[in-house]
Each structure stands twice: as C-alpha cells, then as structure tokens.
C-alpha cells in the first residue's frame, strides 16, 4: 500500500522550471532571456501604447459617440424561442408567463434591467405575457395566435405644444 508522503508523479512526466540568470552554461543566463539592455530589459515595464513622446495614436484618434450610463439593458427573447420552450414543456400555456417564469424555464438566464419580447420566428400556443417591452410584430404575432401581451414599460406623457 502506498503511503501519502510516498506519493509522486510518474517518472519524466513532469518538467523542471527554468532556471535564468544561472550562468553561461544553462542557456538563459547573461542577459536572462531578455535580449539586451534597454527599459525592456528591467523588472516593471508597463509601456503599452506609449510612443517615446510622440502623442499615441489612441490619443491622437478624434473621439466619437456616446454611451449612455442611464440607459436599460435587457433579456431578449424571441417568439420562435417561447415556442421551442412550449413544445419541451418548458412553459405552461395556461398560466400566465412573466420575468420569474422565464428565468425558471431557463429561457433567459438573467432578468437585467426588464425581458423585451421580439417578433423573430413565429408562435402557435395562446400565451398570456408580461414584459417590460415588446415589438409591434411580436405583439401583433401573440394575439393572432390568441394570446395577450401586458407591457410594464412607463409610458412618455406626450409634450404639451
């Protein structure tokens, strides 16, 4: 019976580390592997981008757009995919299916800021949905199969001319 200190990997199936700096003979000695001299050639280089002075290109590069830090991220999902999760027995059609249903039916995988309903693929099965928001071809979809869809998107109160 082997002992737990006895214990040891198979022979030559395992590799010594390198060894630089030891010497002439070891092959990764004088300079270490390094090449020669240089900023490069020193322990903490961080010069990623930088030109010797010369402004970067990513500087030099006009900026362009925006990114908005209020803006809402979504879970998408499309019609062809609710259908596939109805014909595995995923969804129950007779119950009504919101963001808790997806999730446990594995149909999206985070709820993010709200599940937005596209129109791709096509739906056979009269599903009651609520969502954050939808597109008109989903919904138009949804009820010509006999369905409802309920958006809880706030609605924009129309400006006052």
Request: net charge positive.
């Amino acid at each position: 019976m082997t002992k737990l200190n006895e214990i040891a990997p198979q022979e030559g199936s395992t590799k010594g580390r390198m060894r630089i700096g030891r010497g002439p003979g070891s092959g990764k000695g004088k300079t270490g592997g390094r090449g020669v001299k240089g900023q490069k050639a020193r322990s903490g280089v961080a010069i990623a981008g930088f030109e010797g002075g010369q402004m970067p290109l990513h500087m030099r590069m006009p900026k362009r757009g925006f990114n908005n830090p209020f803006a809402k991220e979504f879970a998408e999902v499309n019609l062809w995919r609710l259908e596939q999760a109805v014909a595995a027995g995923k969804l129950d059609v007779k119950k009504a299916i919101d963001t808790d249903v997806l999730l446990a039916a594995g149909i999206i995988r985070r709820a993010k800021d709200g599940v937005k309903l596209l129109g791709k693929g096509e739906i056979k099965a009269a599903l009651n949905l609520t969502v954050y928001a939808a597109t008109p071809s989903a919904v138009a979809a949804v009820e010509k199969a006999g369905g409802s869809v309920t958006q809880t998107r706030p609605v924009k109160a129309e400006a006052e001319a």
